[in-house]
């Protein structure tokens, strides 16, 4: 008997890699049945259309009818996208590109991976598409809000030892952020607190009491009158951290929609006429697969008038 293909072995449609579910017990009758109960987020007709079109592949590749029983253990892929979805503002930048790496300056308002509403105007299905790289990976992850350097391990085998120096903070990772100026405040200094994800907003992290896990240094790069650029050395990479440290500081990011309060939600429309004022400047490691010390550096300007 032939063996079932993994998800990989399947094409990219679009940049799109496959997403794969598992049928968990005898509970649907049929295909259709199960993906509108297990994934909501599509409604029973939209699943009936995927399936319908062929959109839907079953553990031989080949498209399933949505009167298919359904059986427990059964896999089953599919290509995820949003109906309506809206273009990019601006598009990627390569910065490097080699057998081993991809970086590209992500413009603000890109998500890294597809999330929500955002799927082709992710980053990572804009590059497998434009490069035909189909196992591409993030090594790490940057705000949607946020612009500026994201990395890509090309291969699958590479992909871990690439991830292993952000988490084990082999990387120097520099910032460049514009917000007010407060004369009393001391700089450089470091921003040292615990974060953790708010319990009433899933959407935001919050500074709580306890030991520190998010470290940062604030630098003066320059004065404009009553704004100031600022370079930020993040040593732990939380979720907002630069954005909660800078509003703690009492000098929010420009064009924060978060923090130090939430001006949109993250299902309203962005204020494209006022991105965040954050941009990742640079990246400096030295590659665990080559050996070769690596720095990166963003072409990206923050727009703000200084």
Sequence with gaps: MAQAPRPLDLPLRNGVS?????????????VLDFLADRLPILSRDAWAARLAAGDVLGEDALPVAATSACRPGQRLHYYRSQPNEPEAPECETIVFQDEWL????????????????????SLVVRLKHRLGLEHLSP?????RET?????FAVQPATRAPYQALFRER???KVYEAVASYRPELELPRTHISRLETDPDRFFLSHEVPGPANSHTRVELIALH???????????TGQRHQLRIHMAALGIPILGDSFYPRVMRGPSEADDEANPLQLLARRLAFKDPVTGQERE?????KLKASL
């Design 18 to 30: 496959p997403s794969t579910v598992a049928v968990p017990t005898a509970s649907w009758p049929t």
């Design 102 to 121: 991809v970086v590209a300056d992500k413009p603000h308002f890109m998500p890294v991976i597809p999330s929500g509403p955002y799927v082709h105007r």
């Design 139 to 143: 090594i790490h992850r940057i705000d």
């Design 147 to 151: 612009a500026g350097l994201v990395a």
């Design 170 to 172: 082999a990387v120097e």
């Design 225 to 235: 009158g009553s704004l100031a650029h600022y370079r930020l050395l993040p040593v």
């Design 296 to 300: 990166f550096s963003s072409g990206l």
